[in-house]
């Protein structure tokens, strides 16, 4: 055998002996790698400590190598902002269940020194030195609360939420009132309790070739709510009576579903199915719907457009009202909290840091 | 020398090097068995023999619209009381029971059987394998068979071919002339039987003679599948009615264990007491291993319009104010059945009235409740022969159903007063089944026999006997006695037992009553394409109508069942299959559902078995 291969083999021998158990670990025994540090642990009294106000903690640590002693000990600590914005539309009643919610979380300051504490200060405990002290937290990192607010303040707004959010929240109800017939009770509760001026019907009517009653007395105490709840009827329990026309469908080439609504007094055709479709008012179709096995109500789609029109008119805080508690629905919340590290130095200048970070919240 | 020397240190080395304490060995956990005996891995087998049967039914008492819910939603977890949304579910039961309960174990049992020269083990485990197989492949079409337990993903085989074994098979454990390999008369000729008492086969006490008839009533189920859209022809009829009446010979024959009629069907009789011990269909709804089985949520069900009205013709429908009300001398309607299998409860008397008073109600296959209803107002259904009592029995097979295929097969013989007057002895005795544990439930306090009366309550009394004896005349005889009216003027008014007019409608809507909790009731369903006065759908020469007033739910999941499609397509797509079990199947054996077109494919769930197919597409059941 040649002698590299013996070399070889006993290399892969000796190899094998030093790393094949955990519990016989040689190399551990014979090197000590690494630079020597101070050993440190923390405890803070509380996880949390009010803006302005000081927490406290005990440090521990030793020195436990030759050549130095220890020097000196202190708190370092990050600072975190956790904001969070949201308001929900309450215009629409319970049925239309939206809030639109921003989060952030920010690093505001990075790791710094807030306080010192000399080795003198620190008793030995036998086997090793304890040290309590306390570190100061900025009044300036007192929480924010914005929350179900009386009156409108549309600067503090602008200060607190992203800009764009007011928009972005309009356009997102719109589009869900208007989409399908999900939120159909939502967008009649819209038309009712909302004081839409009868110029924007008439000027609705004018643009989009539609109906909508002009006439509604908006001088009553209800603003003409009770009125409009009127006008906005469907039929509910199937009955003959109710009965103003019929409907049949067919499916188009690409498989979409086409409604054909016919006269109530149309000579019906064999071999189509034709479902009632009952009274209700002008912009609604209120139908049986077989699939369903009940009667149904959705805006007519001439409709939408000019409900599009509508609702484009009313302004982010209307929204929001909520009329029964009398208070705008917007919640925003800014806090702080402390990331937090006990660092000790030896007389050489090295620097052992606890393993431990304390998160401590701002209250 | 030294290259051995050198060679021999560093093996030394090696050796030093891995010999440490720690090394793990492969765990063996001495509290659990690790190989079986035949005589523990029967009762196993023989217990899960039920279960497969109530997994199978448990589903399809929906499927079939029989039961629905007071719900209304297109998704949830039960698909299949719901909108058919399945490919959401995260688990079918049936299709673990075939290939691991009833398959691994049977596979095991048999090897043992084989090395210990005990063949009455190996065949029980073959006769329930082959009902197993059968109610599997009949839910899911094309499955693993000949390559199962070969690896975690094998290739399915065909239905036709899954067919094609089991007909074999069922010849083999027949012994018919010309199988391939005859089993049965070597198993009870076996001079190394073991005995197998009734603690080992709670079912026949390894009476093979009686498991048996289960292979006959296997194979006459299997050839009746022909019917209608298959083979219709008169010989293929004759092989049906010969095949079923060797089942009902055999049951027959020797000790009846359930009297004259009923014979030696074979029944998982429960003793009740915890968990298991109790009848899957019971009160206490046993659960099976957790989450691999469903319990029977009958506290959740309530019956269907079609089962009620159409099916069972309940009194005064129509009228809101007065349908479901008892009526003394016609009781619920036209079926006595409906004291059997029902006990109504108190409730508003409509969505508009809120005057309370006991009444049969039920509901339209989801289309919800209402805010008025609560579920207490719907009857109880923990009733009649299997679902009333935790110590009640799960039929592997019940004599009516062999009545009720004999009728069929005359029927497409054109022999159709035999199809009636089968039809018509099948149907007193299911009504007596149910009636039997009706008086177990409700002994006399004087020892004589009850009958079910108003709010189904028992009476002894010889006018409430009579009067019982009068609505079963009039349902069965079409006869008005005394005050008691005939079932043609009552309830939906229609007489199912008239023989010069006897229909298909009138012999399968009595099946449908009579496969209550039975797999089978969907089977049939799908066999007549679900065909309706809706769907228009004629079965025959003579387009008959099979299941009039039977209607899709309302509420399907609107993108599988609903969207692009006509009005006349929706009446004729109706859910044909399960799909695969998604938490194995979709997991390891992927590619094979991507071959078949399976793998989350809603449009899978609307093909239909092979014998569901359109009159004249196949002409055989076994050919590919």
């Known amino acids: 055998m040649k002698i590299q291969y013996k070399t070889l083999l006993l290399t892969l021998g000796a190899v094998a002996v030093l790393t094949s158990c955990e519990k016989n670990d040689p190399l551990e025994s014979v090197v000590e790698p690494g630079q020597k540090v101070p050993t440190a642990y923390w405890e803070v009294g509380s996880t949390a400590c009010k803006a302005g106000e000081s927490f406290t903690f005990q440090g521990k640590y030793t020195v436990d190598y030759e050549g130095a002693s220890p020097s000196y000990s202190e708190v370092w600590y990050r600072v975190v902002r956790d904001e969070s914005a949201a308001a929900t539309v309450k215009l629409g009643g319970a049925s239309l269940n939206y809030t639109k919610t921003v989060a952030d979380n920010q690093v505001m300051r990075s790791y710094q020194p807030i306080a010192r504490f000399s080795h003198d200060l620190a008793e030995w405990a036998g086997h090793e030195f304890q040290i309590t002290g306390s570190v100061p937290v900025s009044r300036t990192l007192k929480p924010v609360n914005w929350t179900d607010i009386a009156t409108w303040d549309g600067d503090r707004f602008n200060q607190y939420y992203p800009e764009g959010f007011a928009d972005e929240f309009n356009n997102e109800v719109i589009n869900l009132l208007t989409k399908d017939s999900t939120y159909y009770n939502a967008l009649r509760q819209v038309y009712i309790s909302h004081p839409f001026t009868m110029e924007q019907f008439a000027a609705a009517n004018a643009k989009y070739k539609v109906n909508f009653p002009t006439n509604i007395d908006m001088t009553k105490e209800d603003n003409g709510a009770g009125e409009k709840s009127d006008l906005w009827f469907s039929t509910t329990q199937a009955s003959e009576a109710a009965i103003i026309g019929w409907y049949y469908v067919t499916i188009d080439a690409a498989g979409n579903k086409i409604i054909h609504e016919v006269a109530k007094d149309v000579q019906k055709k064999e071999g189509i199915n034709y479902y009632p479709v009952y009274d209700s008012a002008e912009w609604v179709f209120c139908r049986y719907d077989d699939d369903l096995g009940a009667i149904i109500s959705t805006v007519r789609s001439a409709y939408i457009p000019a409900f599009k029109d509508l609702l484009a008119s009313i302004t982010f805080d209307q929204w929001i009202y909520d009329s029964a508690n009398k208070v705008y629905k917007v919640e925003f919340s800014r806090k702080y909290s402390l990331d937090a590290q006990f660092r000790v130095y030896d007389s050489n200048g090295e620097e052992g840091i606890a393993n431990d970070v304390r998160t401590i919240s701002i209250n | ?624």
């Open chain 2, 1 to 624: 020398m030294n290259k051995i020397k050198s060679i021999a240190l560093a093996a030394l080395l090696g050796a030093t090097a891995v010999s440490c304490d720690d090394v793990l060995y492969e765990n063996v956990n001495p509290d659990v068995a690790h190989r079986n005996t035949c005589s523990l891995g029967l009762p196993v087998l023989v217990f899960y023999s039920s279960q497969v049967n109530y997994d199978h039914a448990e589903y399809n008492i929906y499927l079939s619209q029989c039961l629905t819910t007071m719900g209304k939603s297109q998704t949830g977890t039960y698909a299949y009381k719901s909108g058919w949304q399945f490919l959401t579910m995260n688990r079918h039961p049936q299709w673990r029971r075939h290939f691991y309960d009833i398959g691994v174990n049977g596979k095991e049992l048999i090897a043992n059987a084989e090395s210990l020269g005990s063949l009455n083990y190996e065949y029980i485990a073959r006769v329930i394998r082959l009902m197993s197989t059968q109610l599997t492949t009949d839910a899911f079409g094309d499955m693993p068979r000949s390559q199962a337990y070969e690896s975690n993903s094998p290739k399915y085989d065909t239905q036709a071919s899954i067919y094609d074994w089991m007909l074999k098979e069922a010849d083999n454990l027949t012994d018919e002339p010309g199988a391939e390999d005859p089993f049965y008369s070597k198993a009870v000729n076996c001079e190394t039987n073991q005995k197998i008492d009734v603690s080992q086969d709670r079912v026949y006490a390894g009476d093979l003679s009686k498991w048996k008839g289960l292979a006959y009533a296997i194979k006459a189920r299997l050839l009746l599948r022909n019917i209608p859209n298959v083979d219709r022809s008169a010989a293929t009829c004759q092989k049906i009615i010969e095949t079923a009446q060797k089942a009902i010979d055999t049951w027959r024959g020797g000790d009846a264990i359930y009297g004259a009629w009923f014979g030696s069907e074979p029944r998982y009789n429960f003793d009740g007491g915890v968990t298991e011990e109790n009848a899957q269909w019971s009160e206490s709804q046993p659960i099976i291993n957790a989450w691999e089985s469903r319990d029977n949520r009958l506290t959740e069900a309530v019956p269907s319009k079609f089962f009620m009205e159409n099916c069972l013709g309940v009194i005064n429908q129509g009228d809101e104010l007065k349908q479901g009300f008892y009526d003394k001398e016609n009781g619920y309607g036209n079926d006595p059945r409906l004291l059997l299998l029902f006990r109504p409860n108190k409730g508003p008397i409509s969505a508009s009235n809120a005057s309370e008073k006991v009444m049969l109600r039920y509901l339209e296959n989801n289309i919800g409740a209402g805010s008025t209803y609560k579920q207490s107002h719907f009857p109880t259904l923990y009733c009649g022969a299997y679902a009333a009592a935790k110590d009640a029995y799960t039929p592997l097979f019940t004599m009516e159903e062999l009545y009720f295929i004999q009728a069929e097969a005359y029927y497409w013989m054109g022999n159709k007063e035999q199809a009636c007057a089968l039809a018509k002895e099948a149907t007193r005795w299911n009504i007596q089944r149910h009636l039997d544990r009706f008086q177990k439930d409700n002994p006399s306090p004087t020892g004589g026999l009850t009958v079910p009366t108003d709010q189904c309550r028992p009476q002894g009394t010889n006018t409430a006997l009579k009067r019982w004896d009068r609505m079963v005349t009039a349902f069965l005889e079409n006869e008005k006695v005394e005050k008691t009216k005939p079932a043609s003027e009552i309830g939906n008014m229609h007489y199912f037992f008239n023989p010069s007019q006897y229909t298909l409608s009138d012999l399968m809507m009595q099946k449908y009553i009579a496969m209550y909790m039975q797999p089978e009731q969907w089977t049939d369903l799908r066999r007549y394409h679900y065909s309706n006065n809706r769907n228009g759908y004629g079965i025959g020469d003579d387009k008959e109508i099979v299941y009039p007033g039977l209607r899709r739910p309302y509420n399907l999941y609107q993108a599988f069942w609903i969207d692009g499609l006509t009005d006349a397509e929706k009446e004729n797509t109706w859910v044909q299959r399960y799909n695969y079990d998604p938490e194995t199947e979709e997991k390891y054996n992927l590619a094979e559902l991507e071959r078949l077109g399976a793998a989350k494919n809603y449009k899978w769930l609307r093909k239909p078995m092979i014998w569901a197919e359109d009159y004249g597409v196949r002409k055989s059941l076994t050919a590919e």
